[in-house]
């Protein structure tokens, strides 16, 4: 016996060949989904066929360049034997090594920048595919990366529309009654994972339809992925431990600093780690 | 017209009432499928039920005590307005805040702590289900927690058993023929990520079965999540930004310090910033 309604399903969409710069998504879209599109379904669109069909196509050889023009804020390097990673924030707040930057899929001798607005691009194509199916559809784009302390990659939201990217339930209650204060799910992120599941890396299915979670889908104007991105000063991990130790390096070497804001930040760090100590032993 | 055969489905398994310490979880999760579970499937199980069921309960009282016999390592503190989150390494190698303990879905006055061995506890349900059903199912144990650079939570895994956590595409080739060198999606987290899509925080139901995955279940044996944790010192961001340039701060005024490891990051890492400008200025 098998479930009569899965709650969630997440399939595929097959045949979609090799998207050209130019071309029309929701057609690509279109051709390949038919008539299986319904209300409230979601779609996964790997951005790297948005950065494609927008053309964001440059030559291998300016690749650094395009990284720096990509960039914000570099948060962190790493050196290996190819050279040096910079993990940076780029323009759309995303923290991403080499800026999202990714060789690929691609043809040979060139490299893709994530789309120039992928929230506005998530828009175009939901608005495109709820006026030619006439379901109210969401759209995310996805991008691949790693995450601080935790080995491999996961796939996450880059660009949405017409989909919430958070569950907000803060205010909401628990099983017991207590309030869900800190509670605020990403499930544009979720979204994301999921499709990645069945659209997998090397098997060229850039398209993951999600079904069943309908709840999520509102109005076009609702929040994009922007919205995800944590602002820096807002953020305990805003630098990298290695290039944070050193700026306190060079900072603390000067009699100003020495009685400024990153010393009292190490009494505090030193008490609370000191507290810990304290009730360790007397347990 | 709907597809005949999504690619991946999930549900949840109703009716799953309060878990107690004691509670036989292979018991608890047969009552509710029944005989729905069939080969390759993999249970998503919040891991506060494995907490309640193995009696990982402690007082209100001795909160902050718990989270210190939890923590190997403090990572980062917060302060707020009801005192100071200590954002720790807990003895999973896991980075959460308070070391994962949790008062939300508990009993008024107690709070929970993570399984023991999330690892051992989600072979001892996968061992379980396949000895009572025959068929060879997966099972992760899920948790949920905020992220660097991005507001909001994900549930991840912490637990797995008899489910390969990664789908290792390392040595393998994208669609253009050229090697997936670096990719290595965490699987794992992306199942605990589309169970939380159904499960919902407030609806007490903790436990998801994903369907159309078998490939990616495997014999009990195979790596838990514990090897999803990438250890400090390899990890770009082991540290806090503010602790580190404390720490900084505190070394920069020693003159052995100022010639030492930190100061050649601080020389790297301006090079690298140094570099990013030039890139930008000379376009």
């Known amino acids: 016996m098998r479930p009569a309604a899965p709650a969630l399903a997440v399939r595929v969409l097959e045949g979609i060949g090799e998207v050209r710069p130019g071309d029309d998504l929701v057609e690509v879209i279109l051709a390949s989904a038919g008539e299986t599109l319904a209300e409230g379904d979601i779609l996964v669109v790997t951005s790297k066929v948005v950065s494609k069909a927008e053309g964001r196509i440059v030559r291998a050889a300016d690749r650094e360049q395009a990284i720096t023009d ?78 601080p302390w935790r080995e491999g990659q996961t796939d996450i939201a880059i660009g949405a529309a017409g989909v919430h990217v958070f ?39 850039p398209v993951a339809v999600v079904s069943g979670l309908g709840h999520l889908v509102g109005p076009l104007d609702l929040p994009g992925a922007r919205s995800i991105a944590r602002p820096a000063e807002r953020d305990l991990f805003r630098l990298g431990t290695d290039e944070a130790m050193a700026q306190g390096a060079v900072a603390g070497r000067t009699a100003g600093y020495s009685a400024g804001r990153s010393i009292g930040f190490a009494e505090g760090f030193a008490a609370a780690l000191a507290a810990t100590e304290r009730e360790r032993v007397h347990r």
Do not use: F, Q, Y
């Not at 120039?116 to 828009?123: G, I, L, Q, V």
């Not at 800190?182 to 499709?195: H, W, Y």
């Open 70 to 147: 990509e960039t914000v804020r570099v948060v962190a390097t790493r050196a290996h034997e190819g050279g040096v990673t910079r993990i940076v924030e780029n323009r759309l707040g995303i923290v991403a090594a080499a800026a999202g930057v990714d060789a690929s899929n691609t043809e040979d001798g060139t490299v893709l920048l994530l789309p120039a607005d992928p929230d506005a691009s998530a828009r175009s194509i939901a608005e495109g595919l709820r006026s030619r199916t006439g379901h109210r559809v969401g759209v995310i784009l996805s991008d691949t990366l790693g995450r």
């Open 167 to 205: 569950d907000d339930l803060r205010g909401t209650t628990d099983a017991a009654g207590k309030p869900l204060s800190v509670t605020m799910p990403c499930v544009a992120d979720e979204l994301a994972a999921a499709g990645d599941l069945v659209k997998g890396k090397a098997r060229g299915c």
